[in-house]
């Protein structure tokens, strides 16, 4: 059985070591009047869109931005909803700002029946503050338990 040299070991074990894991801001396509290009999505999605007035469905279990600005300055980079002891949804949206400026963001979130029916009122708008680069994690628990189904979660700037 041949054996590799000391060299060669050293060098792979080397270039294992050196692997980055990073996250970069990679916009959605625009359709030229600054809005993000529709994209086909299937199964468990984690997408941000600015619908508006746009006639297209709205993904459930996903973020909807409720402007172009954030739209292009915000991305969802991981979403999450579990179950608590308690029954209740635990949902934490992971946000990166994507612009050179500090973005105060207001965030609220919809937890729906499996018709898509409110399951209990939308909660309150809270601040969430991300520096240029920087990450925030936006958390909401709901008060029902086990008749929710779904999210949508609403991110703005604030006013």
């Not at 209740?88 to 207001?106: D, I, K, Y």
Request: with cysteine; proline share 8%; hydrophobic share 45%.
């Amino acid at each position: 059985m041949k054996r590799l040299p000391a060299v060669l070991l050293s060098m792979a074990l080397a270039a294992c070591g050196t692997m980055e894991r990073t996250v970069q801001c990679a916009m959605p396509p625009s359709t030229g009047d600054g809005r993000p290009a529709p994209r086909v999505v299937k199964g468990p999605a984690l997408v941000g869109e600015e619908y508006g007035l746009l006639l297209a469905p709205i993904p459930l279990d996903s973020v909807v931005f409720m402007d172009t600005a954030t739209a292009n300055r915000v991305m969802v980079q991981a979403m999450r909803a579990s179950r608590t002891p308690t029954d209740t949804v635990q949902l934490h949206a992971r946000l990166l700002n994507c612009s050179g400026t500090p973005l105060e963001l207001q965030a609220r979130v919809n937890f729906l029946l499996e018709s898509q029916a409110p399951a209990e009122p939308a909660s309150a708008w809270r601040s969430v503050v991300i520096q240029p680069g920087a990450m925030a994690t936006y958390t909401e628990l709901s008060l029902g338990g086990s008749e929710i189904a779904h999210y949508l979660v609403e991110i703005g700037l604030a006013r």
